[in-house]
């Protein structure tokens, strides 16, 4: 059957009403909260990634995975190259590049820890060391091998998201079924057997866009809430444009009371989504959206990071929203009272910018920190090569991993992986 894909502008005739939203961003009846960033200047025994793209980071006890679109890697001295194939692993601790080397045969999009040394990778791949695999699979670390018992693949398209809470692995992306249970683009699954959970069925459905799409997944840190984002319009009958919130509380968990008109506006014809990826902050009061569209303007939220809050409830407006003036943002990370985003973008600070520097902003490229409570960049400005952007954050112990296509990062050579330390 042919899949019908058309641009959000198909969604123009049933949006709700235009939002419009404040200039610059706001923090009313916010509390002042500690503010500390990590450090400029890279790490320098992390190892290169010599060719293509990282798309997502794992840190599995003292083991970093990397994955995405790449062929070879490099230890950090530059004199040893690996052949590594969408995915590959190093030493928290010391850069050195790990033994850990399974054959993926296309785009690792997402990784997360798994039980007992293990990672669970999503992605577009049909195959793991020449057996069939498709779009998502368990991994031994020590060996590289999958991890038996662990049955469960998609049946077309991708996983995007993965995250594990409490006894189940949740998995979002353009997938219809798993291990052939009906479920759109979003699904829970036992992360032993693989097995799907039938009481959880989000019921996503996009018939203005004519399939469903979700391009990340974020849970809480308490384990109650779920945050899906990405190619969709609604929730069983209920309509949530591009973002909808899960309670996970119940059984079966439903869709909260909870949700927003702030991406209804549209943006630059041929999206399908301009969402791209969201996090919670470490307490779970609030989370931060990062988005693409190739579009600026105050009234609307293309190429923007906006913040929500949690457990606010009915029709919810973002607390704040920074924006970029028309370049992409691909990723953010919460940590440390900071808020990380990355992408291409040149500026922060900048609505009333268009693919320009408008009056008040200021220069952040490809990498930048906000205040989660003014929800305007602050002074850290390490600075990276912009090519795409930033795919990729993972919070570690000894600081902020970022993943990109590029290979420099704080002026200094890192092939398209570094490591900003901590300062504390």
């Known amino acids: 059957m042919r899949r019908r894909v058309v641009s959000l502008a198909a ?8 939002a419009v939203w404040a200039a610059q961003p706001q923090a ?3 509390k002042p909260r500690d ?3 990590v450090s400029e200047n890279p790490a320098d025994w992390t190892p290169h990634i010599l060719d293509g793209e990282v798309h997502a980071l794992a840190v599995v006890g003292q083991t970093v995975v ?13 004199t040893q190259e ?7 692993a190093f030493d928290l601790r010391s850069g050195e590049v790990l033994d850990f080397a399974p054959s993926v045969d296309g785009m690792v999009y997402s990784l997360t820890p798994g039980p007992a040394n293990s990672v669970f990778v999503g992605g577009s791949f049909e195959e793991i060391d020449d057996e069939d695999q498709r779009g998502l699979a368990r991994l031994d670390l020590a060996t590289g091998e999958q991890v038996e018992g662990f049955d469960a693949s998609i049946n077309w398209g991708d996983v995007r998201g993965l995250s594990v809470a409490g006894p189940w692995l949740y998995l979002g992306g353009s997938f219809t079924a798993v291990n052939k249970v009906e479920r759109r683009g979003l699904a829970r699954i036992d992360p032993i057997t693989g097995a799907v959970d039938a009481s959880f069925d989000a019921r996503l459905d996009a018939p203005e866009i004519g399939r469903v799409k979700v391009e990340d997944i974020a849970i809480s840190p308490s384990g109650d809430r779920l945050l899906a984002i990405g190619a969709f319009t609604r929730v069983g009958s209920s309509r949530r444009v591009q973002a909808a919130m899960f309670d996970l509380t119940g059984n079966p968990s439903k869709a909260a009371n909870w949700w927003t008109d702030a991406y209804v506006p549209l943006c630059r014809e041929g999206f399908d989504t301009y969402m791209r990826a969201a996090d919670f902050s470490p307490d779970g009061e609030y989370f931060v959206v990062v988005t693409t569209g190739r579009l ?9 990071a906006a913040r929500f809050e949690t457990y606010a409830t009915g029709k919810v407006r973002p607390t704040w929203v920074n924006h970029t003036g028309g370049d992409s943002l691909y990723a953010v990370e919460i940590v440390g009272g900071a808020v990380y985003v990355g992408g291409h973008q040149r500026w922060l600070n900048n609505p009333y910018g268009m693919e320009s520097a408008g009056p008040g902003a200021v220069d952040r490229p490809g990498v930048a920190a906000i205040n989660p409570v003014t929800g305007m960049a602050l002074p850290w400005n390490p600075t990276r090569s912009r090519g795409v952007g930033v795919r990729a954050f993972a ?11 590029t290979d420099e990062l704080g002026r200094e050579y890192h092939g398209r992986i570094g490591l900003f330390p901590r300062t504390d």
């Open 11 to 18: 969604m123009a005739a049933m949006a709700l009403p235009t």
């Open 28 to 30: 009313e009846n916010l």
């Open 35 to 37: 503010v500390r960033t």
């Open 66 to 78: 990397v994955g995405g679109d790449f062929t070879r890697v490099s230890d950090n001295a530059g």
């Open 82 to 88: 690996y052949e590594r194939e969408h995915l590959f």
């Open 296 to 304: 600026s303007g105050v009234e609307i939220n293309c190429d923007t």
């Open 395 to 405: 919070i570690t112990p000894q600081g902020l991993l970022v993943g990109s296509d």
